[in-house]
């Protein structure tokens, strides 16, 4: 047998490509392996990072790059990468993955050391993976994860035997517990990237002279060398003979041989399409018949016990339905209490203050402006702070993946998967990393789809905007003992973006992003207990992000809305009169006429104008016009929701918030768009403004539309008042 | 336990629950999607058992992993109970 590449074989290509000693070009070292095998703890534990990490395949989606500090104060460049389970792609996730590990990535350079990471629990899988890496004469280390949970599921490796069988190095680990990390970070320090045994299975007699002489042709027509003749002589004898017709790039001489090829290997009854992954799979099977044992199971996994309630045809909406209104009861009545400490403590700051600051512009600028905005939104934190804590549970336990799972029938009548439903379930935290997980759709028109749809789902920044409105409008009661009116109206909040995500995702399916029927195929992962520490990370960086949001842009347009609701001075006139004539009631006034149809005032007009880029606006832009009105000179008692509830307009006389106004105004932020950095990573990720625009559109008009049919059924059913 | 009532060649669709089948042909029309299922361990001579049944679609062990897919996907995987593949 003929090797694939000769190079690759006589050690040219086996010696870990080295740098000059002191070259200022640090080592890159990349992390690969399958989805959900642990890469990103990994990561994590070796570079003191906080990446993302989840018990679902797919939480990665895209490069990560930190500093590795080796033991003789070597520094490296790591990497860790989506996760993949073979070096042919199908998604976009799985596309930037191998193409940085094949080098053919514009930005990156080929990794100089590959640690691919393979779950214990998963040898036979992951070794298919290791077995193309080998192929390539990648320089290869294994991290060989999960150990501890192949322990408790009775399985034992043979290190030494997987080491000898693939002559790389082989550290075993568990990574959310840091063992065995500084082994690795010494393996990899000593540069043990060997590149290993290339290609030890072996291919059916004729499919391999076939593979041999077709490698020539390619050589001889293409210059094609190497592993990538050979990954292309599968390829072509792998493909439809139907297709070859098509394939035009390739020389007619060697399609008409492929061809022939296709006859005779038919004629010899090899199943072309399997040979291939068939072969590997049986060495691979070979090698674990010694390197692996596994003690049988007896009885039921409790993986299994769990799924068998929570994935069952009834139960598991039922569950579903019930930890959705469990997050958002819990939302309101957990979150009170802190709410109201932190809601004190800015009243006794502002008392504080008025008490030490002069009368003035700059006591009113500080006190009503600048800490009237800030505090209205910092209020919501204990509720950010919640809503993450459940969405790292949810994320962390393996329940994302099983969601998917009983969501794919639901998904599949608007013509998409299951799989799309992470995505949108990602949403709820935020559109961002929604958008960014739709890399996981191999289906680039399911893809786009999921992705105009996903700023639908009520992300956290609604949520200070709907619990403000809540609060002050929808009265406490308490329906069926457990639940409230409040909590049961923010759940048919949320609960109307998922219908209209998924109403707009089935419109698009049926128009211009038609396709072939969407097919769900997805790894479960075992149940277990969420890691703390993980989820605690995860909840302190948002809470972080949310609270450096609200003392820096926030803080700003507070008080650059202030000066705008204060000025031009009008001495002598009431507080109401001066904000209405002051720029920002101007510009309220301005628009007016558009939303009026929609039972919004001018008022309402200043918080939809300054929450256009971002929504937790409203609610500080409420806080500070609201304080600024206050003829109240003594700091900010009236809590804002009293403030609001009572506050008339001063021509008319009528109410600015009615309970109708409250619902119109949820709906309408329900489904705007309203968020600046949606746009920017809409338009990264379709690189082009054609989609994000379309996107502002059709939101905008449904916005529009919906809320206007609400407002009007509301008055004909005589709710206005 | 015995395999009497596992057709000699049937579908993983049709496969009774709880008990190792062999998979004998995967003919999905789209060959990415047949190359993905081999990928995942799901290849010609594989065993393979579907432990749960959802809403149009099920759970499967291969290996050590469980997987869900839809039933139309597990109609185009031809099985057959353990004994008969030898012949195949
Ligand atoms: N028991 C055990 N669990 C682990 C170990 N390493 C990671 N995990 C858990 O495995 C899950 C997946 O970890 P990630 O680091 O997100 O996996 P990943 O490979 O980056 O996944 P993708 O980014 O989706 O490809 C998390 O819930 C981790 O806490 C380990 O050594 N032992
Ligand atoms: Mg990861």
């Known amino acids: 047998m003929t090797p694939p590449a000769a190079g690759s074989r006589t050690g040219l290509f086996r010696t870990v490509r080295k740098h000059p000693a002191g070259a200022l070009k640090a080592r890159t070292v990349a992390l690969v392996g399958n989805p959900n095998c642990g890469k990103t703890t990994l990561f994590n534990a070796l570079t003191g990072l906080r990446q993302r990490v989840g018990n679902y395949p797919g939480v990665t989606v895209e490069k990560k790059e930190g500093r590795l500090a080796l033991q003789d104060g070597i520094q490296c460049t790591l990497i860790d990468l989506p996760g993949t389970y073979s070096l042919l792609a199908s998604a976009p996730d799985e596309q930037i993955a191998t193409d940085i590990l094949l080098g053919r990535a514009s930005h990156t350079a080929r990794p100089d050391l590959v640690v691919c990471v393979v779950d214990a629990c998963n040898i ?82 004729p ?38 017709e098509r394939m035009v790039r390739y020389d007619p001489v060697l399609r008409d041989h492929v061809r022939r090829d296709h006859q005779r290997l038919e004629f010899l009854g090899v199943d072309r399409r399997s040979v291939f992954v068939e072969a590997r799979y049986q060495w691979i099977r070979t090698l674990c018949a010694e390197a692996v044992s596994q003690e049988p199971r007896n009885g039921d996994t409790l993986t299994h016990r769990i799924d068998r309630i929570v994935t069952h045809r009834v139960w598991g ?73 459940f969405i790292g549970v949810l994320e962390d336990s393996g329940y994302m993946a099983r969601a998917a799972f009983i969501m794919d029938r639901v998904m599949g009548r608007v013509g998409l998967h299951g799989k799309s439903f992470i995505p949108l379930l990602s949403s709820f935290a935020c559109a961002i990393p929604g958008i960014m997980a739709t890399r996981t759709i191999e289906n680039s028109k399911d893809r786009l789809a999921t992705m105009l749809v996903a700023p639908l789902m009520s992300c956290s920044a609604r949520l200070p905007v709907y619990t403000l409105l809540i609060a002050a409008f929808i009265p406490a009661r308490s329906v069926l003992g457990i639940f409230t009116a409040a909590g049961l109206t923010l759940l048919s909040m949320y609960g109307l973006g998922l219908f209209a ?49 609200a003392g820096t842009i926030i803080l700003g347009a507070s008080i650059l809305l202030w000066f705008l609701a204060s000025y031009p001075r009008m001495d002598g006139a009431l507080p109401a009169e001066r904000l209405q004539h002051s720029y920002a009631g101007l510009a309220g006034r301005f628009i007016e006429p558009v939303i009026r149809p929609l039972g919004f005032d001018w008022k309402v007009g200043i918080g939809l104008v300054s929450s256009l880029l971002q929504r937790e606006m409203f609610v500080s832009t409420m806080g500070t016009i609201y304080n600024i009105d ?92 | 336990m015995t395999m ?53 679609n099920m759970i499967c062990e291969v290996q050590n992993m469980r997987i869900g897919l839809d039933n139309r996907l597990a109609g185009s995987i031809m099985v057959t109970a353990p004994e008969e593949a030898g012949t195949a």
């Open chain 2, 4 to 56: 009497t009532n596992v057709q000699p060649h049937t579908t993983l669709a049709n496969a009774p629950l709880g008990r190792a089948v062999r998979i004998t042909r995967l003919h999905h029309p789209r060959k990415e999607i047949a190359t993905r299922l081999r990928e995942l361990g799901m290849c010609e001579n594989a065993l393979i058992r579907c432990v749960l049944r959802g809403n149009g």
């Open chain 1, 501 to 549: 995500a998924l109403g707009m995702a089935w419109l698009f399916k049926k128009t211009f992003l038609k396709s072939s029927v969407p097919v769900f195929l997805m790894e479960l992962p075992e149940y277990k207990i969420p890691s703390i520490r993980s989820v605690l990370v995860q909840v302190a960086e948002r809470a972080y992000s949310f609270l450096h949001r």
């Open chain 1, 317 to 389: 909406i039922v569950i579903f339905a019930g930890i959705m209104a469990l997050l958002f009861q819990s939302i309101f009545t957990w979150a009170a209490l802190p709410m109201a400490w932190i809601h004190d403590g800015f009243d006794a700051l502002s008392l504080l203050l008025t008490r030490i600051i002069p009368p003035g512009d700059l006591r009113n600028l500080l006190v009503r402006g600048a800490l009237g905005g800030v505090a209205a939104v910092v209020t919501f934190l204990p509720q950010i702070i919640l809503l993450f804590l």
């Open chain 1, 207 to 244: 499919v391999q002279r076939e593979c041999d002489e077709l490698i020539g042709l390619l050589d001889e027509h293409h210059q094609l060398k190497g592993p990538d003749a050979f990954d292309e002589a599968a390829a072509l004898l792998a493909t439809d003979t139907a297709d070859l």
């Open chain 1, 124 to 205: 036979e899988r992951s070794l298919y993976l290791v077995s193309q890496l080998l192929d390539r004469s990648v320089p290869l280390v294994i991290a060989l994860n999960m150990v501890d949970a192949a322990e408790r599921n009775g399985i034992t490796v043979r290190l030494r035997v997987l080491e000898r069988e693939l002559g790389v190095r082989v550290v075993p680990t568990v990574a959310s517990k840091r063992r065995g990390v500084e082994e690795l970070k010494r393996v990899i320090g000593q540069g043990a990237g060997a590149a290993g045994k290339s290609r030890q299975w072996r291919l059916p007699e």
């Open chain 1, 630 to 721: 206050n003829a109240n000179d003594e700091g900010g008692q009236a809590s804002l929701r009293d403030r609001m509830n009572s506050d008339r307009d001063p021509a008319t006389g009528l109410p600015t918030f009615t309970a109708l106004t409250a619902v119109c105004l949820m709906v309408y932020y329900v489904l705007a768009m309203q968020c600046l950095s949606t746009v920017a990573v809409m338009r990264r990720e379709t690189n082009s403004w054609r989609w994000p625009a379309f996107q502002i559109a059709y939101m905008s008009a449904l916005a529009y539309g919906v809320t206007f049919v609400v407002y009007r059924a509301g008055l004909w059913l005589g709710l206005g008042g």
